[in-house]
């Protein structure tokens, strides 16, 4: 547990080094007004999930962590063509799946039928900021936008993908 006697500075720098040790890739965000923002990804050449971490403001308890899942085009023409009650059931599925893993989240744009896309946080106190809780808040995060993910692409099919013929055996 960290003191309140720790500066801030002393206290990023600590979430910098812990997640680099993890072997992940840290950048500063630029152009954001949070007091403490960093862009979190897997190290080059591996590609996966973007995710921020940020302070809002010095004075704020916590640091946010964050990941935003962008539905592809194809993605969110397929999910429009669906009947309401499927598309319903379907973003439900996700809501108590994202309820489960005690992630919060937000479909955006607010009030729309169908999200153009869905962010995804969680909150870390500093009280509570170690290394071990700072990482599974992070896999927490990343895992339910690669639930995300994965639900389009089980539900619509790889996005950009060509279209296979189908097969009498699986029509």
Do not use: C
Not at 113 to 123: A, G, S, T
Not at 125 to 138: E, K, R, S
């Amino acid at each position: 547990m960290l003191s309140k006697s720790v500066p801030l500075d002393q206290i990023s720098e600590r979430v910098v080094h812990w997640l680099q040790e993890s072997g992940l890739s840290v950048s500063f965000t630029p152009n954001v007004p949070d007091y403490f923002n960093i862009t979190v990804s897997p190290p080059p050449p591996a590609t996966g999930p973007i995710l921020n971490i940020a302070r809002p403001k010095q004075e704020a308890p916590f640091y946010v962590v964050g990941m935003g899942v962008m539905l592809h085009e194809e993605h969110y023409a397929k999910l429009s063509s669906l009947a309401s009650g499927q598309r319903n059931a379907f973003l439900n599925e996700l809501k108590y799946e994202y309820l489960r893993m005690n992630v919060d989240f937000v479909f955006l744009p607010p009030q729309a039928e169908i999200p153009r896309q869905i962010q995804l946080l969680k909150l870390i106190f500093l009280d509570g900021l170690t290394q071990n809780a700072l990482y599974n808040t992070y896999t927490t995060v990343r895992n339910a936008g690669l639930l995300t993910i994965w639900k389009l692409i089980e539900k619509f099919g790889v996005a950009g993908a060509p279209q296979k013929e189908k097969s009498s055996y699986f029509a």
